[in-house]
């Protein structure tokens, strides 16, 4: 069966300080990743997704990139975070067409 | 501009009764859409999806219904426990389904269970 891991959990960095959000999947081959965010009291705004390994598509303008260096592995960062970049990061996969999206656990992130 | 619209924030319900959990959505385009359903410190998890061509997908004790003409999609729990206590998220996706994740989600409705 499928799985995915997204670490950490919880993140407190200061303000101006580098971001690195990790996620993978197991169990499967070439998915769509994604990363998504939920802002305190809003519904999930998709960032980033992927369909491909170095394929990068980026859904709204912010302080953040993302890199996929291998086929189940997705990155988030950023070189220096904004008080606005707080809220909680979520990586998801599917396989594509009318599949759902699966979810990680998500990173509870808040800049200080 | 809110393209998919949960305007109840939250929804308190007997346990063994039906809770009724609604979803608006405004862009034509949205042809298959799906709820989700989150724990607190976790992410969402998957419940249950409708294409634009049915108007009804049931799944045990979860049934969705969509009305196209009114752009309007809900979700039927039958009977409620109190373990369905949770948030749930409407979303939706344009053509080609999620081949590429697009969901456009709601806000949420917390919805609540009592023993």
């Known amino acids: 069966s499928q799985t995915i891991h997204q670490w950490p959990a919880t993140l407190v960095q200061p303000v101006g300080s580098p971001l690195s959000l990790e996620c993978t999947v197991e169990g499967t081959s070439n998915p769509n990743l994604y990363w998504y965010r939920q802002a305190a009291g809003r519904g999930l705004q998709l960032l980033f997704y992927s369909v491909g390994i170095g394929q990068i598509s980026s859904e709204v303008p912010q302080n953040l990139s993302a890199s996929r260096p291998q086929d189940r592995q997705f990155i988030l960062s950023s070189k220096k975070l904004l008080l606005s970049d707080s809220g909680f990061y979520l990586c998801a996969w599917s396989k594509g067409g009318n599949s759902p999206l699966h979810f990680g656990n998500g990173t509870r992130l808040t800049v200080t | 501009d809110q393209q998919v619209k949960q305007n109840s924030p939250s929804l308190s319900v007997q346990e063994g009764r039906i809770s009724i959990l609604n979803c608006d959505y405004t862009?034509?385009?949205?042809?298959?859409f799906l709820w989700y359903k989150k724990y607190p410190a976790e992410g969402p998890t998957f419940l249950i999806s409708?294409?634009?061509?049915?108007d009804k997908n049931e799944d045990g004790r979860f049934t969705v219904f969509l009305n196209k003409s009114a752009k309007h999609l809900s979700l039927h729990i039958v009977p409620s426990q109190p373990g369905d206590s949770a948030v749930y998220f409407c979303?939706?996706?344009?053509?080609?389904?999620?081949?590429?994740?697009?969901?456009?989600f709601g806000q949420g409705t917390i919805l609540t269970v009592h023993p």
């Open positions: 979303a939706a996706s344009g053509a080609g389904g999620t081949s590429y994740g697009k969901l456009t």
């Open positions: 409708i294409s634009s061509i049915k």
């Open positions: 862009n034509s385009m949205f042809d298959y």
